[in-house]
Structures are given as structure tokens and as C-alpha cells.
């Protein structure tokens, strides 16, 4: 059974509601980790006339969750229901393919693990 890690990285004002529609996508477990980063506006909010000559590093989410390779599109779907806004800063999903995840307490392997 094949297995793709799902990251997103974006504001923190869109966790709880993200976290919630995760939830009821069936998605049974995340990873969250508070970053700091821009893209390639290098940090430059919307209502700033000027672009940032130097990088500014906003405050933001990373979540990790890792799903079968057959739920990726409707959680990815999930994901930019939740997420957009239309405005910079609506965030990035990356998807990765896992080859195995093993659960170190029982040494169950692939989706048994998650």
C-alpha cells in the first residue's frame, strides 16, 4: 500500500479550522510544527505598497500528515477549501511519497502503523 506525506505550510490564524476539516476527512493523525519563512514575495504583506528588498521571516504552520496514496486529491481538495482566501499568505501544500513508516512500540509497518 503506497503512502504520501502531505505538508502544508501557512498562517496560524487557519489551524483550528483546518485542523477540524482534517478531522472529518478521516485523517487520523498530524504533525505540527510553529515556522518562521516567506515565499517569494519575501515576506512582503498584501496591503504594503512596497516589496521587501530583504527577506522578512512571517511567523507560520507547518502540518505533516501522512495519508494511503488513494486519499491525497480529496484531502489536498480539503485542504485549499479550507486554506483560500485569494490573498498572499493562503499557504503551500508539498506532497512527498513515504516508501514505509514503522510504529517503534508494536514494529507495525505501512498504513498498520498509522
Keep these: 500500500m ?18 477540524s476539516a482534517l478531522s472529518k476527512a478521516g485523517v487520523r493523525g498530524m504533525t505540527v510544527m510553529q515556522v518562521l519563512g516567506c515565499g517569494v514575495e519575501k515576506g512582503t504583506r498584501e496591503y504594503e505598497v512596497d516589496e521587501n528588498y530583504e527577506m ?22 480539503v485542504i485549499k477549501h479550507e486554506l483560500y482566501t485569494g490573498h498572499i499568505g493562503d499557504g503551500k501544500i508539498f506532497i512527498y511519497d513515504i516508501d514505509n513508516v514503522i510504529r517503534v512500540r508494536t514494529g507495525d509497518e505501512g498504513v498498520d502503523a498509522l
Design 2 to 19: 503506497s503512502l504520501c506525506r502531505i505538508e502544508v505550510i501557512t498562517s496560524l490564524a487557519k489551524f483550528s479550522s483546518l485542523k
Design 56 to 77: 522578512e521571516l512571517l511567523p507560520k504552520q507547518q502540518i505533516s500528515v501522512v495519508v494511503k496514496k488513494e486519499q491525497v486529491d480529496k484531502i489536498v481538495e
